[in-house]
């Protein structure tokens, strides 16, 4: 079955922002740290952010500074907002419990062009 579902992603101009959405089934986050992830053609998944249960974040370094993970766990939701997107950032995008993975989602298609 659907357990976690991706949205937000789109086509942007570099410099341009989106805000990216992963809603989990019922209760299917809590007290799990959960991430984001990207997969372009050709390259392995990568892990892009991730947050803590008590809403600690990190980051991967290419994606620091411009990139900022949160959750609410009532709405069984993570966000990825993203701001000054460069080309290198395209990718699709997809979010999955860190530990504990689900069966994976269909992801977000996120394109930044020059």
């Known amino acids: 079955q659907v357990q976690v579902v991706e949205s937000g992603g789109g086509l942007v101009q570099s410099g341009g922002s989106l805000r990216l959405a992963c809603v989990g089934s019922?209760?299917?986050?809590?007290?799990?740290?959960v991430a984001w992830y990207r997969q372009s053609p050709g390259t392995q998944r990568e892990l892009v952010a991730r947050?803590?249960?008590?809403?600690?974040?990190k980051y991967l370094e290419s994606v620091q500074g411009r990139f900022t993970i949160s959750r609410d766990d009532p709405k069984n939701a993570v966000y990825l907002q993203m701001n000054d997107l460069k080309p290198e950032d395209t990718a699709v995008y997809y979010c999955?419990?860190?530990?504990?993975?689900?069966?994976w989602g269909q992801g977000t298609q996120v394109t930044v062009f020059p």
């Open positions: 947050i803590s249960p008590d809403k600690t974040p």
């Open positions: 019922s209760g299917i986050f809590f007290g799990y740290p």
């Open positions: 999955n419990r860190f530990i504990g993975a689900l069966s």
